[in-house]
Structures are given as structure tokens and as C-alpha cells.
């Protein structure tokens, strides 16, 4: 009677003692060649985006002069007494321009008196008996000066009795190509966390910045402002663009480059300069841009480039899934592990989306899989017990990390002990109950 449950104790035993045998000999093997997570050297370890401060952003406009200064495509209205302007029935012009541009850029102009002379591309402006009158560079009074000596060196007016002013109709512009790979939406669209794709649309336009407002600061803030959370933190100014050399622009673009400011010729031989902007840096850190890199002329691009390379991968005991990591702060494993759906710290079950109930102790094993800057690859090993206490064990996760979460020896045997208890358990009390 009693021989076949002592059968049967042996042969649990044994199974047990053969699991524990096989699953320390995993163990063993699974951590050979892997690196504690307290121990990791320093090209491992970045800097902490939690480090990062904004810049400061006025360092991406231009502070204006005091006077407009005159330059070419600048429309002027020029009205001089008796000669141009009026006179002999015609009637004084006088312009009330509402808005520079589009409806909604809200540049307004000054009220501008007289007839409309537009400043030629070497620098002059043509007026009644004048020969060519070269005003770039100037500002409107220094033009009404020169304006005004011209005309007294023709007689034309009398000294102290003339009538002559300038001011501006339009002011020339720069017209800008703006590309945005981030959301211009008020909010981003996600599908559910367990998909891999963030839904999210990108925009091009072009933009006419009117002069002292053709900046890189004018430039975002006329196509939705500052990058969004899935953008990243800089932008690209592109000196020089083309449309027929945009390959040769995007190839250079998709390549790495730490520097900031880089410079290439395309086929036509025009130089075309890029220059890189962060637009977070550590704490005492500058930038190596010039007040004059963040000025646009016309057929500059500002390119907003996606972040779509920063997200982590999960496995193992975990869903497998890919999973974007946070832009403006830092996420550590345990925080990576409970944006996947886990729960490290809680009941096994939740792991598994409550379809393994047998799964009583969690897993405490992590191992990350990173990529050294040469190419090659490490495998880091945290436990996730010790790293709910020490910092040291938590560490931060870095794009392109592979994250596997596995139990240990002990917490495979643990469970399968605990399971045939619960399972006996169950059993006899289905007999007593059974029994009238």
C-alpha cells in the first residue's frame, strides 16, 4: 500500500535533483561571458539624458538693427515734391499694406508714402532725371540724404524747400524650405503598445521670412515650433540646398556625424554647408554656431529629422516587442521592463497577461544585449532583486538594447515545487470533498 507513494517520492526527487542539476549548468553557462551590471566599464555608460539642459533658444534668431537697412528686393515708396509722387494731377500714392505674407504671419508694416521703386540686384534704384542711385547698405534716412543731394546737384529742387521721403512698401525675403519628420499634430497617434509602429505624419513647407525674421527661431516657429516628442532634440540647416542635388544632401544627412557643421560641393560646384543644432546640452557646455549660421537666404533648408532609431527590443519571458524610448529623460531597466508590460517586482502572472497561472516566484534575471561603438556586442546581466535597492544595478537603457527576462535556477525549481503542492493540494481537497 504504501510502496507505490514511496515510488513515487523517489521519482519526484530524482526529477528534481535532475532540474536543478540541468538548470545550474544553464546558469553557469548563461552568465560566462557576461558583464554585472554594477560593473560596467566607462564606454558603456553615456551621458544621462536627466543631465541634459535646453539652450538657450533666442541663440536661434537675430537681434534686428535699430533702422531698417536698405538691401536689394526691398520695394520702396520714394515721393519727392514736384517730381515724383505727385503733382500736375496725379495724386499722392500712399500704401496701408495689412500683413506681410500669409494671413496668419501677423508681420505688419508701416503705412508707406509715394511711388513703389524696387532696389535692383546691384544695389541702385532708378528715379526721374537721375542716373542710377546705389542706396544698399543704407538706412531710409541716409537715403533721403543722398536721394535729396542728388536731385540739388540737378537742380532739380531748392535747398530747404524740398519734399522728399522714403519708407519701405515691402521688405525683401528669404523663402525657406522647412522639412519635418516629427507629428504636426496637437497630439501623436499611437497604436497599442505591443505594435512596433507609431503613427505619425511629417511636413514640408515653404516659408517667405521677411528680413530680420529669416532665422532659424522664425523658421520653426512658422511651422509649428520647437521639434516634438518624436523628433529629435536638433535640427539641420542645410546653406545652399538644391532640389537637383537633394540625394546627395539626404545621403549626407543619413550619415554619422558627431561634428556640427559640415561642407560639401554638389555637381554644379555651389558649396552647400550643413550645420547640426542641438537643442539640449549639458550643463556649461556652448555650441559652435555663429550668430550668422542661423540666418537663412533664399533656397536654405531646415531639416527636422525623426527619431525613429531610438527604441529598445524586449524578449524572453516578456512579449516580444520594440518599444520607443523616452526622448527628455532617462529609462532605466526596471522602468523599461514595466513600459513592456511587466512587472518585475509583482506577481508572475501579470508577465504572462494572466495566462500562466502556475507561474507563483517572478523572474529576476535580465540580460541586455548592447552595441559596442566598433560594431561588436556585450551582454550585461542584472537582477532585478538587487537593482529594486542599489542604483548601481539599474542601469540606463540605450538605443538599439536588447532586453531578455528569464527566471533563475532557483525560481524554475521554486515554481515546480510550488505548482505540485498547489496541484496536491488541489487534489485532496477535491477527494475530502467528494467524500459524503
Known amino acids: 500500500m504504501y510502496a507505490p507513494a514511496a515510488l513515487r517520492l523517489r521519482v519526484v526527487a530524482c526529477a528534481v535533483a535532475t532540474m536543478v542539476c540541468t538548470c545550474s549548468i544553464g546558469c553557469v553557462n548563461s552568465l560566462r561571458n557576461t558583464i554585472p551590471a554594477s560593473c560596467l566599464p566607462p564606454e558603456l555608460l553615456d551621458t544621462s539624458r536627466d543631465e541634459l539642459i535646453s539652450i538657450d533658444f533666442t541663440m536661434l534668431g537675430q537681434k534686428p538693427p535699430?533702422?531698417?537697412?536698405?538691401?536689394?528686393?526691398?520695394?520702396?515708396?520714394?515721393?519727392?515734391?514736384?517730381?515724383?509722387?505727385?503733382?500736375?494731377?496725379?495724386?499722392?500714392?500712399?500704401?496701408?499694406?495689412?500683413?506681410?505674407?500669409?494671413?496668419?504671419?501677423?508681420?505688419?508694416?508701416?503705412?508707406?508714402?509715394?511711388?513703389?521703386?524696387?532696389?535692383?540686384?546691384?544695389?541702385?534704384?532708378?528715379?526721374?532725371?537721375?542716373?542710377?542711385?546705389?542706396?544698399?547698405?543704407?538706412?531710409?534716412?541716409?537715403?533721403?540724404?543722398?536721394?535729396?543731394?542728388?536731385?540739388?546737384?540737378?537742380?532739380?529742387?531748392?535747398?530747404?524747400?524740398?519734399?522728399?521721403?522714403?519708407?519701405?512698401?515691402?521688405?525683401?525675403?528669404?523663402?525657406?524650405?522647412?522639412?519635418?519628420?516629427?507629428?504636426?499634430?496637437?497630439?501623436?497617434?499611437?497604436?497599442?503598445?505591443?505594435?512596433?509602429?507609431?503613427?505619425?505624419?511629417?511636413?514640408?513647407?515653404?516659408?517667405?521670412?521677411?528680413?530680420?525674421?529669416?532665422?532659424?527661431l522664425h523658421a520653426l516657429t512658422e511651422t509649428g515650433g520647437l521639434p516634438g516628442s518624436d523628433a529629435c532634440d536638433e535640427v539641420w540647416i542645410l546653406h545652399g540646398a538644391h532640389k537637383e542635388h537633394w540625394e546627395s544632401v539626404t545621403a549626407t544627412l543619413g550619415s554619422e556625424n558627431d561634428g556640427l557643421n559640415?561642407?560639401?560641393?554638389?555637381?554644379?560646384?555651389?558649396?552647400?554647408?550643413?550645420?547640426?543644432?542641438?537643442?539640449?546640452?549639458?550643463?556649461?557646455?556652448?555650441?559652435?554656431?555663429?550668430?550668422?549660421?542661423?540666418?537663412?537666404?533664399?533656397?536654405?533648408?531646415?531639416?527636422?529629422?525623426?527619431?525613429?532609431?531610438?527604441?529598445?527590443?524586449?524578449?524572453?519571458?516578456?512579449?516580444?516587442?520594440?518599444?520607443?524610448?523616452?526622448r527628455d529623460y532617462e529609462l532605466d531597466v526596471i522602468g523599461a521592463i514595466a513600459m513592456a508590460g511587466g512587472s518585475p517586482a509583482g506577481p508572475g502572472q501579470i508577465l504572462f497577461n494572466n495566462q500562466s497561472p502556475g507561474v507563483i516566484l517572478p523572474p529576476t534575471r535580465v540580460l541586455i544585449l548592447r552595441k559596442m561603438p566598433g560594431g561588436g556586442q556585450v551582454t550585461i546581466h542584472v537582477d532585478l532583486k538587487k537593482a529594486l535597492h542599489?542604483?548601481?544595478?539599474?542601469?540606463?537603457?540605450?538605443?538599439?538594447?536588447?532586453?531578455?527576462?528569464?527566471?533563475?535556477?532557483a525560481q524554475v525549481v521554486g515554481n515546480y515545487l510550488l505548482n505540485m503542492f498547489n496541484f496536491n493540494a488541489s487534489i485532496s481537497r477535491s477527494y475530502f470533498t467528494a467524500v459524503p
Open 66 to 216: 535699430p533702422a531698417h537697412v536698405i538691401g536689394p528686393d526691398d520695394i520702396l515708396g520714394i515721393y519727392v515734391h514736384g517730381v515724383l509722387g505727385s503733382g500736375q494731377g496725379v495724386e499722392l500714392q500712399t500704401h496701408f499694406p495689412s500683413k506681410f505674407g500669409d494671413s496668419d504671419s501677423g508681420n505688419f508694416l508701416s503705412p508707406a508714402v509715394g511711388s513703389p521703386i524696387t532696389v535692383m540686384s546691384d544695389g541702385t534704384i532708378a528715379l526721374p532725371y537721375l542716373s542710377a542711385v546705389h542706396v544698399v547698405g543704407l538706412t531710409l534716412s541716409e537715403a533721403v540724404a543722398k536721394i535729396r543731394e542728388a536731385y540739388i546737384s540737378k537742380q532739380l529742387v531748392q535747398p530747404g524747400r524740398d519734399v522728399i521721403n522714403v519708407t519701405v512698401i515691402k521688405q525683401r525675403s528669404a523663402q525657406v524650405l522647412v522639412l519635418r519628420e516629427d507629428s504636426i499634430m496637437n497630439w501623436p497617434i499611437f497604436k497599442q503598445n505591443n505594435q512596433t509602429l507609431a503613427v505619425k505624419r511629417g511636413s514640408g513647407k515653404a516659408v517667405d521670412l521677411p528680413i530680420y525674421q529669416n532665422d532659424v
Open 262 to 326: 559640415r561642407s560639401m560641393n554638389n555637381s554644379s560646384g555651389v558649396p552647400t554647408r550643413i550645420t547640426k543644432i542641438p537643442l539640449k546640452i549639458l550643463q556649461g557646455q556652448t555650441i559652435n554656431v555663429s550668430p550668422a549660421e542661423v540666418i537663412l537666404e533664399t533656397g536654405d533648408v531646415v531639416f527636422v529629422p525623426a527619431r525613429d532609431r531610438e527604441h529598445f527590443f524586449v524578449g524572453g519571458l516578456l512579449a516580444g516587442q520594440q518599444v520607443y524610448l523616452p
Open 390 to 409: 542599489d542604483r548601481s544595478e539599474r542601469i540606463q537603457i540605450r538605443p538599439g538594447d536588447v532586453i531578455l527576462l528569464q527566471f533563475t535556477p
